[in-house]
């Protein structure tokens, strides 16, 4: 049996959901699933700069896992721009270290320590209308298939027509 992974520590959510190729119908392109991990290995060593040694002391894991986890990003980021693909930030095995607040009036975005509690209205222009960014990636939903508005009740409906059908 395999050890269950550690937890990798992460700064805070990404700002965005994915990325997507401009001019071809999302129904149309594969997708490439860039784990909150990867991303985090990604944004610490090609954009902060930091070497992998420093960056897996963040993140709290060994440096031969965090030197795997910026190759598979790597791969999955290119592959995503050469072949073309629908590129989704999503999964992995983490835990946030801070909030990341969107505000929808202003568009302003703000970091907040995970430990105090997230703010009800935005600092900037004290709008009410702010989304914490971490619930995007910490929630468990229900996916893709089931969470299709009306699919309940289509499968429920298909259900009483068979049992009519056994009636008669």
Not at 100 to 123: A, Q
Not at 145 to 154: S, V
């Amino acid at each position: 049996m395999t050890r269950p992974r550690k937890n990798r520590k992460v700064n805070a959510p990404p700002k965005i959901k994915g990325m997507k190729p401009i001019g071809v119908p999302g129904r149309m392109l594969e997708k490439i699933v860039l784990s909150i991990d990867e991303y985090e290995a990604i944004r610490l060593t090609d954009y902060k700069g930091y070497s992998h040694k420093q960056s897996a002391k963040i993140m709290d894991i060994s440096r031969p896992t965090f030197t795997r986890l910026v190759d598979s990003a790597r791969k999955k980021i290119a592959e995503a721009i050469i072949g073309v693909k629908d590129l989704l930030i999503e999964g992995g095995t983490f835990s946030f270290q801070n909030h990341l607040i969107r505000c929808l009036n202003c568009g302003d975005v703000y970091s907040s320590s995970i430990e105090k509690v997230t703010p009800s209205s935005c600092p900037e222009c004290n709008s009410a209308e702010i989304v914490d960014l971490n619930s995007w990636f910490t929630t468990k939903g229900k996916g893709r298939q089931q969470a299709r508005r009306g699919n309940r009740k289509r499968n429920q409906g298909s259900n009483r027509n068979k049992q009519k059908r056994g009636k008669k």
